[in-house]
Antibody
Framework: QVQLVESGGGVVQPGRSLRLSCAAS????????MHWVRQAPGKGLEWVAV????????YYADSVKGRFTISRDNSKNTLYLQMNSLRAEDTAVYYC??????????????????WGKGTTVTVSS | DIQMTQSPSSLSASVGDRVTITCRAS??????LNWYQQKPGKAPKLLIY???SLQSGVPSRFSGSGSGTDFTLTISSLQPEDFATYYC?????????FGPGTKVDIK
């Protein structure tokens, strides 16, 4: 079945680094854009980054730009999020999500149709 | 960035009630609006995409409408498993942005 499984979360001190992984299965990973979305404790959803299906384009939220790097290895069906210079405000559950697309009559519509269960990152001294 | 707002922020309802949640964008986003359901401790689940298209496997009691800046998610007859938080999200431009959520709980 279609599945995304995140890993790599944990407790890390401010200023340190962490790399998250998201293993995909059950679909052709190399055909889909992929997102990272996070949720701070008790808060709403915050988009973090997106990478195109072939890795050719990447976009980031202003809150992580310059500190986080999204990447993918299509030969391993795996998405990554390298997080550097971590701050307390980066504490959250991090989800990876697949970007689905529906081709309407005139336009294409994008959404996040498959989500992993999330991995927890806690930044604390 | 496009700002998304939702109302109400929370509501209490009974099984069988008709529930309506509103989402508003800070500028026109045509029909580039998605709805998600999230239960405590779980990942979000896509319900509606392109403002009114029902995701495969989602019960037909869920429906979406609207275009431009104003959108609505309707649950025609609330079921016990529908108690959750609902988020709208625009996919008109990058960064994609989510609304703050609407928590639906039991009256």
């Amino acid at each position: 079945q279609v599945q995304l499984v995140e890993s790599g979360g944990g407790v890390v001190q401010p200023g340190r680094s962490l790399r998250l992984s998201c293993a995909a299965s059950g679909f052709t990973f190399s055909s889909y854009g992929m997102h990272w979305v996070r949720q701070a404790p008790g808060k709403g959803l915050e988009w973090v980054a997106v990478i195109w299906y072939d890795g050719s384009n990447k976009y980031y939220a202003d809150s992580v730009k310059g500190r986080f790097t999204i990447s993918r290895d299509n030969s391993k069906n795996t998405l990554y999020l390298q997080m550097n210079s971590l701050r307390a405000e980066d504490t959250a559950v991090y989800y990876c999500a697949r970007e689905g697309v529906w081709f309407g009559e005139l336009f294409s519509y994008y959404y996040m149709d498959v989500w992993g269960k999330g991995t927890t990152v806690t930044v604390s001294s | 960035d496009i700002q998304m707002t939702q109302s109400p922020s929370s509501l209490s309802a009974s099984v069988g009630d008709r529930v309506t949640i509103t989402c508003r964008a800070s500028q026109s986003i045509s029909s580039y609006l998605n709805w998600y359901q999230q239960k405590p401790g779980k990942a979000p689940k896509l319900l509606i995409y392109a403002a009114s298209s029902l995701q495969s496997g989602v019960p037909s009691r869920f429906s979406g409408s609207g275009s431009g800046t104003d959108f609505t998610l309707t649950i025609s007859s609330l079921q016990p498993e529908d108690f959750a938080t609902y988020y709208c999200q625009q996919s008109y431009s990058t960064p994609p942005t989510f609304g703050p959520g609407t928590k639906v709980d039991i009256k």
